[in-house]
């Protein structure tokens, strides 16, 4: 398994892991309180998990609001369905990889699932190796079953990131591109939400890498490696194009809509962007590399992950100065909320683990390790993780 992006020159591209069949975790040392995962006769032949497999929970006191977690375990096509009221792993799931021709039961994990997205009970992943979104329905897991059933929808090359309309009738793909030279094809793809089929596809330069829509859904920002577009949802052009961004990485929308966040990977600051003109407004220093970066629901702080600080930043929108900063070992560059915004998850790529924060205090109330130790992060680094209300299968 392989980063395209060293630790000393990796901002101009985006992170991508690929893996060939079979080349996942061997079975370690089980360290504090273990979890084990629910497995069945069907997954005999899944290699992460026909040996046992353990989820360790390092802070056995976790604790959350109801709900799920999924995680995309990117290494070996997978993802995690974590109860949050407990951080528990409920069963790693497979997810983008085809069963093998003449042999029943059998899949070919060939691939990676670099983002997941959620709009009611339907999850999107973004299977990169495969240049697929994935669809599954998270009502349907079942946790003693690890490959659930799910739809794969042709899209271009490398999808490296996707979100649905709030409404959920459209889904943006950010699609990379092989990155092999500067001519390499990026581009966008749009399915619909009903049919989950593309129906509209265009070239954008740049190797986008990230996308998210206003909370009214009338636009969506795709950012590239030259700055944000900035497209209508209703006729799909674009309709702004915002530079001098840092080469931009992540990208959040205040609740109210009126601000833009988004993070400069070389310059090592967050762009605040009035949404009505399109134009910078403001910066802020963060840490290294900021990555990817989240609004709290009730619009008081944004959080943004600094893999090579190890740390992520706290912003608070009314003053728009760094009021805090919590330390995460192991390059943490995946955030999400729950959506109380009473939990931020911090995924650590190198480490494979999750930490959960509580956004009251920025204390540290759990650590979830995805894999086994010694090497969990062979196939279950962390690169999404989505958060609902609704309780996973055997919570």
């Known amino acids: 398994?392989?980063?395209?992006?060293?630790?000393?020159?990796?901002?101009?591209?985006?992170?991508?892991?690929?893996?060939?069949?079979?080349?996942?975790?061997?079975?370690?040392?089980?360290?504090?309180?273990?979890?084990?995962?629910?497995?069945?006769?069907?997954?005999?032949?899944?290699?992460?998990?026909?040996?046992?497999?353990?989820?360790?929970?390092?802070?056995?006191?976790?604790?959350?609001?109801?709900?799920?977690?999924?995680?995309?375990?990117?290494?070996?096509?997978?993802?995690?369905?974590?109860?949050?009221?407990?951080?528990?792993?409920i069963q790693t799931y497979?997810?983008?990889?085809?069963?093998?021709?003449?042999?029943?039961?059998?899949?070919?994990?060939?691939?990676?699932?670099?983002?997941?997205?959620?709009?009611?009970?339907?999850?999107?992943?973004?299977?990169t190796g495969n240049s697929t979104v994935a669809v599954i329905d998270a009502s349907k897991l079942d946790a003693k079953n690890y490959n659930p059933a799910e739809t794969l929808i042709n899209v271009g090359l490398n999808p490296q990131a996707l979100a649905v309309s709030p409404d959920g009738s459209q889904v943006w793909v950010a699609e990379t591109g092989p990155q092999d030279s500067a001519s390499s094809p990026s581009g966008v793809s749009v399915i619909s939400g009903s049919t989950d089929k593309v129906t509209a596809h265009w070239s954008l330069p740049g190797a986008p890498a990230q996308i998210t829509f206003a909370p009214s859904g009338?636009?969506?920002?795709?950012?590239?490696?030259?700055?944000?577009?900035?497209?209508?949802?209703?006729?799909?052009?674009?309709?702004?194009?915002?530079?001098?961004?840092?080469?931009?990485?992540?990208?959040?929308?205040?609740?109210?809509?009126?601000?833009?966040?988004?993070?400069?990977?070389?310059?090592?600051?967050?762009?605040?962007?009035?949404?009505?003109?399109?134009?910078?407004?403001?910066?802020?220093?963060?840490?290294?590399?900021?990555?990817?970066?989240?609004?709290?629901?009730?619009?008081?702080?944004?959080?943004?992950?600094?893999?090579?600080?190890?740390?992520?930043?706290?912003?608070?929108?009314?003053?728009?100065?760094?009021?805090?900063?919590i330390a995460i070992p192991g390059d943490p560059d995946t955030l999400a909320l729950t959506p109380d915004g009473s939990q931020l998850w911090v995924g650590a790529r190198f480490t494979a683990k999750v930490a959960v924060i509580n956004t009251a205090d920025d204390s540290t109330v759990g650590s979830i390790n995805l894999g086994d130790a010694p090497n969990a992060a062979d196939g279950y680094a962390p690169t999404g993780i989505a958060l609902t209300a609704t309780p996973t299968a055997g919570s």
Request: contains cysteine.
């Open 1 to 89: 398994m392989t980063d395209d992006n060293s630790r000393s020159g990796r901002s101009r591209l985006p992170r991508r892991w690929v893996i060939g069949a079979g080349a996942v975790v061997a079975a370690g040392a089980v360290t504090a309180a273990a979890v084990t995962l629910a497995t069945s006769g069907a997954a005999a032949g899944h290699p992460a998990l026909r040996a046992g497999s353990k989820a360790n929970l390092a802070a056995s006191a976790c604790r959350g609001p109801a709900g799920a977690a999924y995680v995309t375990d990117a290494g070996w096509d997978g993802f995690s369905a974590i109860d949050t009221a407990t951080c528990k792993v």
């Open 94 to 127: 497979n997810v983008g990889d085809p069963a093998v021709a003449g042999d029943p039961g059998d899949y070919d994990y060939d691939s990676t699932d670099e983002a997941v997205a959620l709009h009611g009970n339907l999850m999107y992943f973004a299977d």
């Open 218 to 325: 009338k636009q969506v920002y795709v950012a590239t490696a030259g700055g944000v577009a900035v497209y209508s949802t209703a006729s799909q052009h674009r309709v702004a194009f915002i530079r001098g961004l840092g080469d931009p990485r992540g990208i959040a929308v205040s609740p109210d809509g009126k601000t833009v966040y988004v993070t400069g990977t070389e310059s090592n600051q967050l762009y605040l962007i009035n949404a009505a003109t399109n134009r910078v407004t403001g910066t802020v220093k963060v840490g290294e590399l900021p990555w990817q970066v989240v609004a709290a629901p009730n619009g008081k702080t944004v959080y943004v992950a600094n893999p090579d600080s190890s740390s992520v930043s706290v912003v608070s929108t009314a003053t728009g100065a760094v009021t805090g900063t």
